[in-house]
């Protein structure tokens, strides 16, 4: 079963400071890999995803996510992080148990941009 | 296009009451989760419908959990008795599809809390 795992667990940077979330997952077969966001007050939603093909993914607000199958990461970058970048952000993966794909999520990096 | 909707948007109950929450997903969309996030975890799947037929409840309580999705559209997710520790947000998502490659979009959620 996959399993996602986020070493970050709060993360204070100051705006325009360069971001580097970790993101590390288990399974070494085919894997798809999904970065969610979830800003205060407001409902989980999907930054970037990466299925096969090009490793290095690009997503919303000038997010981006590398997909680095021998060192099993995929973790999610921005060059200069602003205000409106506070959130917690989600890494998560399928779990191919059985028939069903379920998304196993890590734990969460919460982010706190300061002015 | 409307996203997914729940209610209601916070509960607060005693343990041993009982409570459900209701889902209407995204119109066309035959995948249906109910994900509990305890603070500072996660979303875990507890439950997943395809149509109306559960695919994976593997995570479920099902001693004081249960959920249905009759008609393959809007769900219930209940629970009776509820414990201290059933206290979390609780997120309903809804995909087009199971594949590995279908976007799981997510409502507001209901934040339970049991006293």
């Known amino acids: 079963a996959q399993s996602v795992s986020q070493h970050n667990h709060h993360v204070i940077l100051s705006e325009a400071a360069s971001l580097e979330l970790g993101c590390n997952y288990s399974?070494?077969?085919?894997?798809?890999l999904f970065w969610y966001v979830q800003y205060p007050g407001q409902h989980l939603q999907l930054l970037l995803k990466y299925f096969s093909g090009d490793p290095l993914v690009k997503g919303i607000k000038g997010f981006e996510a590398e997909f680095i199958k021998s060192k099993f990461s995929f973790n999610l970058r921005k060059p200069s992080v602003q205000w409106s970048d506070t959130a917690e952000y989600f890494c998560?993966?399928?779990?191919?148990?059985?028939?069903?794909?379920?998304?196993?999520f890590g734990t969460g990096t919460r982010l706190q941009v300061t002015l | 296009e409307a996203g997914v909707a729940q209610s209601p948007r916070y509960k607060i109950i005693e343990k041993r009451q009982s409570v459900a929450f209701w889902c209407n997903p995204i119109s066309g969309h035959a995948t249906l989760y109910w994900y509990q996030q305890i603070l500072g975890q996660g979303p875990k799947l507890l439950i997943q419908?395809?149509?109306?037929?559960?695919?994976?409840d593997s995570q479920l309580p099902k001693d004081r959990f249960s959920a249905e999705r009759l008609k393959g559209v809007d769900s219930t997710l209940k629970i009776q008795p509820a414990k201290l520790e059933d206290s979390a947000v609780y997120l309903c998502?809804?995909?087009?599809?199971?594949?590995?490659?279908?976007?799981?979009?997510f409502g507001p959620g209901t934040r339970l809390t049991v006293l």
């Open positions: 998560a993966a399928p779990n191919h148990a059985g028939t069903a794909s379920k998304l196993t």
């Open positions: 998502a809804s995909s087009l599809g199971a594949l590995d490659t279908d976007t799981q979009y």
């Open positions: 419908f395809q149509n109306n037929g559960v695919v994976d």
């Open positions: 399974y070494g077969g085919t894997v798809n």
